[in-house]
């Protein structure tokens, strides 16, 4: 079976842990980022490097948004001179605004969840799922039917990667579907991915 033109990249905010929620942060967030290989590769990459090289003078940097928004850690430079801050946030805009990327995003009250349902799914499952359809529909719009498709998630724990993994594996058997819909996630071979925090960062270049 040949490989997706397009691969996944997968991200959370927030904790899906619905005990004590914080009431200022109420919500989970999964984003999904799908890429063309062929953009992310022979674009993508090589520009945020470059962008890399001009400002710091090596591509070991890290983008975090929080530190990129608070001008801290890492990226405290961008205190010093507001021309070249402005700069900056123009580059990394330029590159997400003209990369060949589709972004997928579920996100999930958990207050109004544990509300409604007296033994909900995790916030994570919850989000996971509605992502998936997304991409599968989105994929078959690509014509990447019959393909394999790789799904890059950052590892949060051997358990934590058990879990997601199994959940994974059931929605793309369709053993998890819920409601009216009944999308057969089988067009295509989905396989999940779960390098370390440092080898995805590494790779991406841009924490989602």
Known sequence: ????????????????VLERPDPTFPVFVLNCVLASKVDYADRIVPRLQRLKFDFVGHDQLMLHERDIRRQQKDFAFL???????EAFLN??????????????AA???KIRLAEKYAKPWSPY????????ETLLARLRQLGQEGRIVHVVFESRGKKEDAELELHFRRITVNQAN?????????????????PTKSATHQDCNLQI
Do not use: T
């Open 1 to 16: 079976m040949p490989f997706s033109d397009y691969i996944v990249f997968a991200d959370e905010s927030g904790s899906p």
């Open 79 to 85: 205190q010093a001179d507001a021309a070249g801050r």
């Open 91 to 104: 580059r990394i805009n330029s590159i997400v605004s003209e990369a060949e990327i589709d972004v997928i």
């Open 107 to 109: 996100v999930i009250h």
């Open 125 to 132: 499952e919850i989000a996971l799922h509605f992502c998936m």
């Open 178 to 194: 819920w409601g009216y819909k009944q999308p057969d996630f089988r067009a295509m071979e989905w396989e999940p991915v779960l």
